[in-house]
């Protein structure tokens, strides 16, 4: 029996930061189709070549490309008692080919983190990045000095997805998503809502007593 956790959240729910703490709790990797993808990106393969353009304009990267990728994540020996994913499945037909890819015997916990687009939208449009995968906030989580990162002082910047026209069409394709997926994910396993707009620490708690 593996232990498989789905984290839906919109963009700027901090789903990802979540998936990573409760990774290190319960000692299951994340699988982060995202992170996957830039992580080729960054590397140059001919496949990061491939969805470089997609990928900085917030669309989304065929189905069957990603179905490949998590395919041969989840055979990794460490994914192998279980795991978190974050930014997958992002569609109906995703959640499809996943409910596919697990046995009876595998446990599976949808875990819904909740948040408003206007909270979403201002989370994103102030986040700044640095190449060392540190992240801040303009006004939640500023560097010490502005535009430069506390870690390894390299110079922060948007993400291009996190430009504004684009965080609105990433909101508009979760929120067409959300409703089918959930549904399916019901009738396969728990599905546990937690409210997104509370400070983070108490997002894990809510996490934690629901999983
Ligand atoms: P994320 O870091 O999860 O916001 O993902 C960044 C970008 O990677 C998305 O805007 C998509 O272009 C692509 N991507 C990540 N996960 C998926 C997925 N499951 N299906 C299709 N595209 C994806």
Do not use: W
Not at 60 to 75: C, G, M, N, T, Y
Not at 116 to 131: E, H, I, P, Q, T
């Amino acid at each position: 029996m593996r232990k498989i956790f789905i984290f839906f959240g919109a963009p700027g729910s901090g789903k990802g930061t979540q998936a990573e703490i409760i990774s290190r709790k319960l000692k299951l990797p994340t699988v982060s189709t995202g992170d996957l993808l830039r992580h080729e990106e960054t590397a140059g393969t001919p496949l990061g070549r491939k969805v470089a353009k997609l990928l900085d304009s917030g669309k989304l990267v065929s189905d069957e490309l990603i179905h490949q990728l998590v395919k041969e994540r989840l055979a990794k020996k460490d994914a192998q008692a279980g795991f978190i994913l974050d930014g997958y499945p992002r569609d109906i037909d995703q959640l499809s080919d996943l409910l596919e890819m697990l046995s009876d015997a595998d446990r599976l916990t949808t875990v819904e983190i909740g948040i408003s687009d206007k909270a979403a939208f201002n989370r994103l449009s102030g986040r700044r990045v640095c190449d060392c995968g540190a992240t801040y906030h303009i006004v939640l989580n500023p560097p010490k000095k502005a535009g430069i990162c506390d870690l390894d002082g390299g110079k922060l910047y948007i993400r291009h997805d996190d430009k504004p026209e684009v965080i609105k069409d990433r909101l508009a394709t979760y929120r067409a998503n959300i409703g089918p997926m959930l549904a399916l994910a019901k009738e396969r396993g728990k599905v546990a809502p937690v409210d997104g707009e509370q400070p983070m620490e108490k997002v894990t708690e809510a996490i934690i007593k629901v999983i």
